[in-house]
Structures are given as C-alpha cells and as structure tokens.
C-alpha cells in the first residue's frame, strides 16, 4: 500500500457503543467482531486519560507518527515527551478469537480488573474498568444531542466545541 492511501477497512474503521467484558487470566480482553474489520486487526495500545487505556488503530497513529516525524529528535523536549509516550505504548494484534493482550504495566496504570468496559469513540476504542466507566457516566454533565448540534451547527469549529464539553 502507498504511503498516504488507506485500506477500504481502514476508511470504514469507527467505533460505537460500549460492551462488558472479563480480562482473562493471560490478560486478554475480546474486541467486539464488529469492531475487527481485517482477520489479524491492529492496535496501537496507550495509556489514556481518566485511567483509560486507548486502541488505535495503525492509520490513525500514523496521523500522529507523521507528526513526529517533523520535531527534532535533537530537541529535549520533544525527546523527553516523546519516551513518555513510547513507555506507555505498545502495538498488538488481535488473535484468531478476537483477542488482544494488555500488558501489566497498563493493566496496573490504569486500575484494570477482572471486569472492563470497551468503549466506542468513534475513531478508537478506549477500555476502562467497570468501576471507573461507571462513575463516569454518572458525572458526565453532557447531553449528547447537545454535543451533536454543536458540531452539526459549527463543524469547522470542533477543536473548541469539544475542549468546551468539560
């Protein structure tokens, strides 16, 4: 594939609703078939916000990847930023069940238990623990219909609409 073109899968690649699922003892969690669109489907894992692990899928990183591609590599900032990240990531690969494995140090990071929550967001998955998505969801002041006007009315603006949903 050229670089800068994408795969019919990955252009249809989206994320919606959110499902329960037990991590088993290997530290495996299923994706939702729905959510796998290739046999052997791809994920950037990262530590997330609000104690959230985030999947991204390959082209969507690379977004980012082509970004960094830009920064010095002699800046010690970026450099700095850069390890951060890299620490806390790592590429996985659905197996034949649909099945992906969290690495221990994400699965501590980010409080994970036997139970965890995968959710839909729109261009990744993020997993959470039962406990944390749920008292998210309660404190989530948002009306989603709300959330949809705005950006239906203004969708050059999403940067701002979005950092005002706080």
Not at 7 to 30: K, M, P, T
Not at 99 to 116: C, W
Not at 119 to 133: E, H, L, Y
Request: glycine share 4%.
């Amino acid at each position: 594939m050229k670089q800068g073109t994408k795969s019919i899968a990955q252009e249809e690649s989206y994320f919606f609703g959110e499902f329960e699922h037990s991590l088993d003892s290997q530290r495996r969690v299923a994706i939702p078939s729905n959510w796998r669109k290739e046999k052997k489907t791809k994920f950037i894992l990262v530590q997330g916000r609000h104690n959230a692990i985030y999947l991204l899928p390959p082209y969507i990183f690379n977004d980012f990847i082509a970004k960094v591609r830009k920064v010095s590599f002699a800046d010690a900032a970026s450099a700095l930023a850069l390890v951060r990240i890299g620490s806390v990531s790592q590429e996985c690969e659905c197996d034949s069940q649909g099945r992906i494995s969290i690495p221990q140090k994400l699965i501590e990071q980010s409080g994970l238990k036997d139970q965890v929550v995968l959710v839909g967001s729109v261009t990744m998955i993020q997993i959470w623990s039962k406990d944390n998505w749920n008292m998210f969801k309660k404190s989530d002041p948002n009306d989603m219909l709300d959330v949809v006007q705005k950006i239906s009315e203004r969708p050059d603006d999403l940067t701002s609409i979005i950092k005002g949903l706080k």
